[in-house]
């Protein structure tokens, strides 16, 4: 019996189907190297050309214009802030302390009691003061009854005198008596005079007597110590029972604070603009955003040889004690500048050992490295002394340039503040 099965067939592909396959592929690959290549190619010849026209051209720079600062100037100082007036507080008298009456931080006016004193043998001293007065006194008396009475003596010699001349002429008495009567009148006469004069002595002693006491009881009076003027203690060096010495025992210091004073060196190219009466503003570092008004007082109106400054005292009112002595400070003076310096970016220096220079660009667009002589450093800017002209042009932010180099100069966005 036959199997009626079907023979396996299988499909098996020409030779033209193989070829044509082949060529498909080739074309495929052809087309895709043709859109990937040739661009990417014409790219990297584009790049190539701008890179070696790069090689050639100017680099581009950006420039600023050299000007002149503004000829309103805020010149900023420090300043140490001082009371307008301070005393040491010393005693007039020699005693101990018997009570001490402020301390320091207290504020006083002028004549208050500060501290008393204690000294008993000063009673005594104005007893005796005034003993010696009375003994002088007693002596101008004494004196004056003595002058009374050589007055009077004077006188009864005077008229024998006078009987004496009359009767010589008339022979009654002799001459020698006559001479004998006016030798007693010119005596008491003298005597008279002698006895002025020990008055006047007498008097010159007792005003001696009375200064004495007087001058004690001044003392007397200066056992209580008083303030000299209004202030705030700003020192205290005894307590009760001290011993104190006339003239040498410092007791207190005293401040003045309802107005202060700062004194600032001002720099010799500022020294014509600042003027008395000329507005000051402090500002302190324990006070943020707080600015005190002061005007310039006074000036040396000379330069100290060795900073080449200017002293400057500026006072300011101080009401409400805000501000304390000792307290550091910036004062800003506002002038006006005469003939305003150049300034220019410190970021166009080009600092070297041969000097200061920056880089000018020429109205070829070549550089050249100038020279400069450098004046007041704002931190920011720098006044240029000599070497730049206004409107020269610089370029901004030089780096690593040399001289005679082409550039291609383009403004700076934001030019530098003047």
Not at 35 to 59: F, M, S
Not at 92 to 102: C, E, M, N, T
Not at 234 to 252: C, K, P, S, Y
Not at 334 to 351: M, N
Request: charged share 20%; aromatic share 4%; proline share 6%.
């Amino acid at each position: 019996m036959q199997d009626n099965q079907t023979p396996n067939t299988y499909w098996k592909p020409s030779s033209l189907s193989i070829w044509v396959i082949f060529l498909a592929l080739t074309i495929i690959i052809v087309v895709a190297f043709v859109a990937g290549y040739l661009p990417n190619q014409e790219r990297r010849q584009v790049i190539a050309a701008e890179a070696k026209a790069g090689l050639h051209a100017a680099p581009r720079v950006e420039t600023i214009v050299v000007a002149r600062s503004d000829r309103k100037s805020g010149l900023t100082l420090p300043g140490n802030i001082q009371p307008i007036a301070e005393a040491p507080i010393l005693a007039r008298a020699d005693g101990y302390i018997k009570k001490r009456l402020v301390d320091i931080g207290d504020r006083v006016k002028a004549g208050q009691p500060v501290a008393e004193l204690e000294a008993p043998e000063l009673a005594d001293q104005i007893t005796q003061a005034k003993a010696v007065a009375q003994q002088a006194q007693a002596a101008i008396d004494q004196a004056q009854a003595n002058y009374q009475q050589g007055k009077t003596e004077m006188e009864l010699t005077r008229l024998t005198a006078d009987r004496y001349k009359a009767l010589v002429s008339k022979g009654a008495v002799s001459r020698q008596d006559d001479d004998q009567a006016q030798a007693q009148y010119q005596a008491k006469l003298a005597a008279v005079q002698a006895l002025d004069k020990g008055i006047n002595v007498q008097r010159a002693n007792l005003a001696a007597a009375q200064s004495s006491v007087a001058r004690l009881e001044k003392l007397l009076g200066y056992q209580i110590v008083r303030a000299p003027f209004d202030g705030v203690i700003t020192q205290r060096n005894i307590d009760a029972g001290a011993l104190v010495t006339t003239g040498t025992t410092l007791l207190f210091r005293i401040a003045q604070t309802n107005t202060l004073r700062t004194y600032l060196n001002v720099p010799q190219n500022f020294a014509n603009s600042v003027k008395p009466g000329q507005e000051a503003i402090l500002t302190v570092s324990n006070l943020p955003g707080r600015k005190f008004k002061g005007k310039v007082a006074r000036t040396t109106n000379s330069l100290d040889p060795a900073s080449r400054t200017l002293l400057v005292e500026v006072q300011l009112p101080n009401a409400n004690n805000e501000l304390m002595p000792g307290m550091y400070a910036d004062v800003e003076l506002s002038s006006i500048k005469a003939d305003p310096p150049l300034v220019v970016p410190s970021e166009a220096l080009i600092v070297r050992a041969d000097g200061t220079q920056v880089a000018v660009v020429r109205p070829d667009k070549t550089v050249h490295l100038q020279k400069i002589t450098a004046g007041r450093d704002y931190g920011d800017r720098l006044e240029v002394l000599t070497g730049l002209d206004e409107g020269d042009t610089l370029i901004a932010n030089p780096g690593d340039v040399s001289e005679g180099l082409k550039v291609d100069p383009v403004l700076a966005a934001v030019p530098a503040k003047p």
